[in-house]
T-cell receptor
Framework: NTKITQSPRYLILGRANKSLECEQHLGHNAMYWYKQSAEKPPELMFLYNLKQLIRNETVPSRFIPECPDSSKLLLHISAVDPEDSAVYFC??????????????FGEGTRLSVL | QQKVQQSPESLTVSEGAMASLNCTFSDGTSDNFRWYRQHSGKGLEMLVSIFSDGEKEEGRFTAHLNRASLHVSLHIREPQPSDSAVYLCAVSTTSGSWQLIFGSGTQLTVMP
């Protein structure tokens, strides 16, 4: 899927700070960050709908999302922890209503924490 | 808290034979059901959405929903080796949480 681009695709870090980026040019109003740990299904971390943030309260505070404009989504991670090793998927959808909610997923950023 | 469970964990079928995957959910007010596919190392590809009881067909993929039984299934007609992937069921409740809850997936292998 090249409609949603994520960068970088692969990331290997020690205890450092890093930002993941996502961009979509689909005119979608909702953008999401999902985390998929090994052998597990994706779990929603954050949702921006019309630039309003809805947070999954179980996500550690070292993860900070940012939505600088309607087509771009960032995920800032400070002092990564080994448990953060996972694939981080960006997704977007036209809206969050039933008929236009189907999120379209990017290819993901594979984060490995040493 | 919504619980979504899929069965079987893994399924092997021969090319051309029907593949059937199952998903149960715990919240009877759920009204938004989607099946996704994930090839190894890739992102998620949505296959079919269904919002009301009955069936919904998208090409070779057919979803069946029975909300009273808390059950949604996916049937793949004439599967091919390229359909080998993990299939994920996702459920949400429009009037409540905005969040799609995913099942743990079924690994489908299609043998030539």
């Amino acid at each position: 899927n090249t409609k949603i681009t994520q960068s970088p695709r692969y990331l290997i870090l020690g205890r450092a700070n890093k930002s993941l980026e996502c961009e979509q040019h689909l005119g979608h109003n909702a953008m999401y960050w999902y985390k998929q740990s090994a052998e597990k299904p994706p779990e929603l971390m954050f949702l921006y709908n019309l630039k309003q943030l809805i947070r999954n309260e179980t996500v550690p505070s070292r993860f900070i999302p940012e939505c600088p404009d309607s087509s771009k989504l960032l995920l800032h991670i400070s002092a990564v922890d080994p448990e953060d090793s996972a694939v981080y998927f960006c997704a977007s959808s036209a809206g969050t209503g039933k008929d236009n909610q189907a999120p379209l997923f990017g290819e993901g950023t594979r984060l490995s924490v040493l | 808290q919504q619980k979504v469970q899929q069965s079987p964990e893994s399924l092997t079928v021969s090319e051309g034979a029907m593949a059937s995957l199952n998903c149960t959910f715990s919240d009877g007010t759920s009204d938004n059901f989607r099946w996704y596919r994930q090839h190894s190392g890739k992102g998620l590809e949505m296959l079919v959405s269904i919002f009301s009881d009955g069936e919904k067909e998208e090409g070779r993929f057919t979803a069946h929903l029975n909300r009273a039984s808390l059950h949604v299934s996916l049937h793949i007609r004439e599967p091919q080796p390229s359909d080998s992937a993990v299939y994920l069921c996702a459920v949400s409740t429009t009037s409540g949480s905005w969040q799609l809850i995913f099942g743990s997936g079924t690994q489908l292998t299609v043998m030539p």
